[in-house]
């Protein structure tokens, strides 16, 4: 007789999808990590909505982040992510992908922690830098050494992303290798609530 279970096992996107329940999964890290890519990919796996907050942004300005940045500076900026961020969370599940200083920024990372589980997409400068190098439309890179800028925002922001539910090494591997490990990641981390909360 054939063997038909492992025919019947479900996938590892429905196994994901089934325990994350209504919860939102929220990207976060800095420019280049694959926030936007990566998101899009595990909600296409897991038959949920993607939103990405920068462009959300962008819509409802209808600017482009350096123009706002440009024409009402980094503060404005932060305060409207903040409201946006918020919004986006209220309803769930969908993935979402946020901006790099999103979880950065105390009252977004509240947003954030309140709204569902974190992910940080852990890279290391080599690779951001090869990622991002070739476009210039991120205002904070706009600068004499951008690679140097880089590497500070790293020192500065490194131990704040730390404080994600889950970190995911990303790396110059196919984008499918990096969506499966988060959502086995996902998996781990509510298996392991469920335990610690009996
Ligand atoms: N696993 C991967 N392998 C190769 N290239 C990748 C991978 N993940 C992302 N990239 C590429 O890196 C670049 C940056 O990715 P992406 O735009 O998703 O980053 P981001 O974290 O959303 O950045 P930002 O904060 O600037 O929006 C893109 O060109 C993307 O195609
Ligand atoms: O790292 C940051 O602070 C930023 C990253 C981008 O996603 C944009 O949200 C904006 O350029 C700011
Ligand atoms: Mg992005």
């Given at each position: 007789m054939t063997d038909t279970s492992s025919l019947l096992a479900p996938t590892l996107a429905e196994r994901t999808r089934a325990i994350l329940g209504r919860r939102n999964l929220i990207l976060v890290g800095l420019m280049g990590a694959g926030k936007s890519v990566i998101g899009r990919l595990?909600?296409?796996?897991?038959?949920?909505p993607f939103i990405d907050t920068d462009t959300e942004i962008e819509r409802v300005s209808r600017?482009?982040?350096?123009?706002?940045?440009?024409?009402?500076?980094?503060?404005?900026?932060r305060a409207l992510e903040t409201r946006v961020v918020k919004r986006i969370l209220r309803s769930g599940p969908k993935v979402v992908s946020t901006g790099g200083g999103a979880f950065i920024n105390d009252k977004t990372r509240r947003q954030i922690e309140r709204g569902?589980?974190?992910?940080?997409?852990?890279?290391d400068l080599e690779v951001l830098w090869e990622r991002v190098n070739k476009r210039d439309h991120r205002p904070l890179l706009k600068t004499e050494?951008?690679?140097?800028?880089?590497?500070?925002?790293?020192q500065d922001r490194y131990p704040v992303y730390a404080r994600a539910d889950i970190t995911i090494n990303s790396r110059d591997v196919r984008k499918e290798v990096i969506c499966a490990e988060v959502l086995e990641a996902v998996i781990t981390h509510l298996t392991d609530n469920r335990k610690s909360h009996g």
């Open positions: 595990v909600a296409q796996q897991l038959g949920l600017m482009t982040i350096s123009e706002l940045f440009t024409a009402y500076g980094e503060t404005e900026f569902g589980i974190s992910i940080w997409l852990h890279a050494n951008p690679k140097q800028t880089l590497e500070k925002l790293m």
